[in-house]
């Protein structure tokens, strides 16, 4: 991960991140140190020698154990000062990646990785505030306790760094072979579930109809019983790695304890024949938490990994530098032999022209690539080959946000935000005023809708359009370009599910608005408000003569 996002982040931060791992390493030192001095101290007054000998152990254990109290303080206040920081690095970096690569560039799930991108955010985060930090601190508290202890009886140094290794690489590595494998079973046999779940609620009538319920329940319960024995595997190994923490430091204490015997018979101070054990327990304590915490950090480490994967995604479109300025009023959009090969050819010398007061309907079957098409006109995808203009303006000259500013996509499935109707129409244009909101839902065939809210335009939607039908997040689509006032409007199935007289007035007002309309379609009642009609047959658009009773 050296050249990766979170790493270049955290260099950006260098400074303070070493300031952070500074006071978490002065914890460490300072929660080994009272450990170690409070045995001095017991051990030494279990002697009855005068009092004033006792001042020095009864001193360090209170500087240690105030060292202690205000470190944690410094600790937390700088790592996550740092955490925070980085974080805020790597989400504006995220955004960058993320925004040309949607819609086009991820595929038809972009709004899951999204949502799975805004998860490792939170994941990664965790990672470096709970982790890393507390596990690269507590290393070197471990190290610097090893060299005391060899210091004080010279074998249990290198006992106690032999158990430092076995609890920092050794057993985490164990671990990983283990539950990486685990891990990946269980979110195999989940997502298989979540799939076979999403199947039945969908289409559960069907497979009643067709006798199929119960075998699709006895192969749900399957499913969950395989879930059932992965987690179970997976807390056996667990199991297995913490009892190997705990199994490290008794065999660390025991070997301690005799070196330090044998250091006694030969002459060490009594009072400092317990300092190395407690020493080691504490600083293998420390160090066994920070690993436990990385053995369970799989998912943490492969949402870093995720970013990586995601910041090496080809952009389907590379805005032109430098920017050139904006187009003025376009209202007329030509494409000529664009082509397009994504495994096999989608486009090949598609050719299309709209100009102002078409109201163009494109055909074509399912899969033939017409969504295809209509990402390449407006920008979020880039053409292999051919020409795309606006009025006289080439797209390759112009950036994508130039383009979308004249030509509109009201997507068969446009998203829905956790946020209000009103805010969520204005998306398209902020500064609009709730008249004019109002009067894109109407203009949209919402208005229904509208007055059966309870709380109007300040009535919450939910992420992944809830609360909203199919029909109705289509049209919700169909109001933000309405508010918008773009001269090009694209318009993906915008009446699929509506009703004979909803499509009506849908088409009707679509139809009778200043611009240039793109229609996509397969419905015949949608061709009565067309002027043109085309088709997308195999990877070219051809002009189709307007029939009687169109």
């Known amino acids: 991960m050296r050249g990766g996002l979170v790493a270049r982040a955290l260099r950006r931060e260098a400074r303070a991140a070493l300031g952070a ?11 080994v140190g009272l450990s170690g001095t409070s045995a001095w101290l017991i051990v030494r007054a279990a002697q009855q020698p005068a009092v004033l000998s006792l001042t020095v152990p009864m001193g360090l254990v209170q500087l240690f154990a105030l060292a202690k109290a205000a470190g944690r303080y410094l600790e937390r206040t700088a790592t996550h000062g740092v955490v925070l920081t980085v974080m805020a690095h790597v989400r504006q970096r995220v955004a960058e990646i993320v925004e040309p690569l949607v819609p086009a560039g991820l595929g038809p799930r972009s709004a899951d990785v999204v949502d799975l991108a805004v998860r490792d955010v939170e994941a990664v985060e965790d990672l470096l505030a709970s982790v890393a930090g507390p596990l690269a601190a507590s290393a070197g508290a471990g190290a610097v306790t090893a060299l005391v202890c060899g210091l004080v009886v010279g074998p249990t140094g290198l006992v106690l760094l032999t158990a430092l290794v076995a609890d920092l690489a050794l057993w985490p590595l164990l671990a990983r072979h283990g539950l990486r494998r685990g891990d990946d079973e269980v979110d195999a046999r989940r997502a298989q579930v979540s799939r076979l779940a999403a199947d039945a609620a969908t289409g559960w009538e069907e497979f ?53 015997a044998n250091a006694r018979s030969r002459g060490l101070n009594p009072a400092l024949v317990a300092v190395p054990v407690l020493l080691g327990l504490a600083a293998l304590d420390m160090v066994a938490t920070a690993a436990g915490a990385l053995v369970d950090s799989g998912p943490q480490r492969a949402a870093a990994r995720r970013f990586d994967v995601l910041a090496a995604t080809p952009w ?66 880039a053409p292999d080959a051919g020409t795309i203009s606006l009025d006289d303006h080439p797209y390759d000259a112009l950036a994508g946000d130039q383009v979308r500013r004249h030509v509109g ?11 209000s109707v009103a805010a969520n129409v204005r998306v398209a244009r902020p500064d609009a005023t709730d008249d004019e909101v109002e009067r894109a839902l109407a203009n949209a065939a919402l208005t229904t809708w509208r007055e059966g809210l309870a709380e109007g335009l300040a009535t919450r939607l939910g992420g992944e359009c809830t609360g909203l039908s199919g029909g109705e997040q289509r049209r919700l689509g169909l109001a933000r370009e309405y508010l918008a006032r773009r001269r090009i409007v694209i318009a993906d199935e915008p009446t699929e599910g509506l009703d004979d007289d ?48 169109d």
């Open 409 to 419: 996509l009201a997507e068969e499935s446009p998203y829905v935000f956790s946020a």
């Open 21 to 31: 791992l500074g006071a978490g390493l002065g914890v460490g030192l300072a929660t």
């Open 208 to 260: 009643a109809m067709g006798g199929a319920d119960t075998a699709l329940a006895a192969r749900l319960a399957r499913l969950e019983s395989a879930v059932d024995v992965a987690e179970a595997r997976r807390r056996r190994w667990r199991a297995l790695v913490e009892g190997l923490f705990v199994a490290t430091a008794g065999a660390e204490s025991v070997a301690i304890l005799l070196a330090s």
């Open 316 to 381: 389907p479109i590379r805005d032109p530098a430098p920017r050139v300025p904006d187009v003025d009023d376009a209202s007329n959009l030509t494409a000529r032999e664009v082509r397009l090969v994504r495994g096999r050819p989608i486009l090949s010398d598609a050719a299309i022209s709209l100009r102002s007061g078409d109201v163009m309907v494109l055909e074509g079957r399912s899969g033939v690539g017409k969504t295809t098409l209509v990402h390449v006109l407006a920008k979020f995808l």
């Open 502 to 549: 909803t499509a009506r007035r849908v088409l009707g007002h679509l139809a009778g608005i200043d611009a240039a309309v793109l229609l996509i379609s397969h419905r015949a009642r949608d061709l009565a408000v067309a002027t043109r009609r085309v088709e997308l047959v195999e990877g070219r658009v051809l002009e189709r003569v307007r029939e009687r009773g």
